[in-house]
């Protein structure tokens, strides 16, 4: 069953970069033909987009971030990460790590979410 | 980019009810949308893609129906669980992405 794991910083103060990365375990990141992509969601809010890595590297941003949006990709470690720079209360948000096979998140493709709070 | 506006933003309801959320795409999507449904602390989870087509195991209840711009998410007759939020979702240009803001239904 594939699974998909946030972890990073809780907490990251204005101005700095924040950065989470997502493990994905029960199958290859680079196996399969899917795009891999962050979504975030600030609290009381909607659901937003940040951007999808293919697993040869290629990335897409959302083009309202994408001054401030790096994702990568390590195979080796079946991993993807975001980071997101020059952070403020707005990036205040549950970040969630996504499998996007067709540009649809199934039942399995979610990541639980991990909330990361930009504060002094 | 295609620009995703989701209609009403929120709804009170009884169970039983009839209830219909709209979505309307900045352009023509071809049928390319998801609809989603989360509920508190908890991630989406997907109830129809290509407008109309229902996820394994989501109740029949849900249906979707559409074209060109304009997308309708209906729940025939609503049911205590599915008091939530629902969310449209546009991937005809995958991989990039455009969320609707989102239909929070409530109990009446």
């Known amino acids: 069953q594939l699974q998909l794991q946030e972890s990073g910083p809780g907490l990251v103060k204005p101005s700095e970069t924040l950065s989470l990365t997502c493990t994905v375990s029960g199958g290859s990141i680079s196996s399969s033909s899917y795009y891999w992509g962050w979504i975030r969601q600030p609290p009381g809010k909607g659901l937003e987009w940040i951007g999808s890595?293919?697993?040869?590297?290629?990335?897409y941003y959302n083009p309202s971030l994408k001054s401030r949006v790096t994702i990568s990709v390590d195979t080796s470690k079946n991993q993807f990460s975001l980071k997101l720079s020059s952070v403020t209360a707005a990036d205040t948000a549950v970040y969630y790590c996504?499998?996007?096979?067709?540009?649809?998140?199934?039942?399995?493709?979610w990541g639980q979410g991990t909330l990361v709070t930009v504060s002094s | 980019d295609i620009q995703m506006t989701q209609s009403p933003s929120s709804l009170s309801a009884s169970v039983g009810d009839r209830v219909t959320i709209t979505c309307r795409a900045s352009?023509?999507?071809?049928?390319?949308l998801a609809w989603y449904q989360q509920k508190p602390g908890k991630a989406p989870k997907l109830l129809l893609y290509?407008?109309?087509r229902l996820e394994s195991g989501v109740p029949s209840r849900f249906s979707g129906s559409g074209s060109g711009t304009d997308y309708t998410l209906t729940i025939s007759s609503l049911q205590p669980e599915d008091f939530a939020t629902y969310y449209c979702?546009?991937?005809?240009?995958?991989?990039?992405?455009?969320f609707g803001g989102g239909t929070k239904v409530e109990i009446k």
């Open positions: 290509a407008a109309s």
């Open positions: 352009q023509g999507i071809s049928n390319s």
């Open positions: 979702q546009q991937y005809y240009s995958t991989p990039l992405l455009t």
């Open positions: 996504a499998r996007t096979p067709g540009g649809i998140v199934d039942s399995v493709g």
């Open positions: 890595i293919y697993y040869s590297g290629s990335t």
